[in-house]
């Protein structure tokens, strides 16, 4: 089982980074292969909003995001981490997301002329989070654009862990649980997928 792994921060060493790794090495102890896209590597165009993929399916825009897309396609788990900027996700995750309105669109065409399939059993999605405040919607500003993500790319939201509070760059290490939580997340991930 292939599980891509999605670090949203451009703060490299981060919180959402060591989140991260540390449920990917769960996915690992569970057999999984894991993949890392880092989307501060990339350059990742924003969606233009050109109308283009309506009609075509695919997106005018040629840069990273190809290969992007390629790697979403092949995962068969898709884990997403990103800090809370502003109440958002950040500017370099949302570039991706946002772009994923290419698959939806090709998903769209392929229903309107009956030749949709989906994949089954569904792919499972997961969510990683941490941010400096503690209010109580807090996460919800991370938890909607990435289950609407999921839910283009026929992905099913499995969960998330987000972590308030957590400001400092190696601030999550000093947390009693988060970062086992992540691994036994990564875990689970992968044990109640179906292979
Ligand atoms: C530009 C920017 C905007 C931020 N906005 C918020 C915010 O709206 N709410 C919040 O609680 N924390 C906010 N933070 C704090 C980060 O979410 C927090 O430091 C997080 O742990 C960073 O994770 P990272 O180390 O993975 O980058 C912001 C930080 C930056 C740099």
Do not use: W
Request: one cysteine or more; a positive charge.
């Amino acid at each position: 089982m292939r599980v891509l792994g999605i670090y949203g921060s451009p703060r490299k060493g981060g919180n959402t980074d060591a989140m991260l790794d540390a449920f990917l090495r769960g996915a690992a102890d569970c057999g999984a292969t894991p993949e890392r896209l880092y989307v501060r590597d990339v350059q990742i165009q924003p969606c233009i909003g050109c109308g283009h993929c309506d009609k075509a399916g695919s997106c005018v825009q040629q840069d990273a995001m190809v290969e992007v897309y390629f790697r979403l396609e092949r995962a068969d788990g898709i884990v997403v981490a990103s800090p809370i900027y502003f109440y958002s996700v950040t500017a370099q995750l949302k570039a991706l997301i946002d772009r994923s309105q290419a698959p939806l669109m090709k998903k769209k065409l392929a229903q309107a002329a009956g030749a949709y399939h989906p994949r089954q059993p569904p792919r499972k999605g997961f969510l990683l989070s941490a941010a400096a405040t503690r209010g109580k919607r807090l996460f919800d500003c991370a938890v909607l654009p990435v289950r609407y993500f999921f839910d283009a790319l026929d992905v099913h939201y499995a969960g998330e862990l987000c972590f308030p509070g957590i400001e400092e760059r190696r601030a999550i290490e000093k947390h009693p649980a988060a970062l086992q939580d992540c691994r036994r997340a990564g875990r689970a991930f992968v044990s109640h997928t179906a292979p």
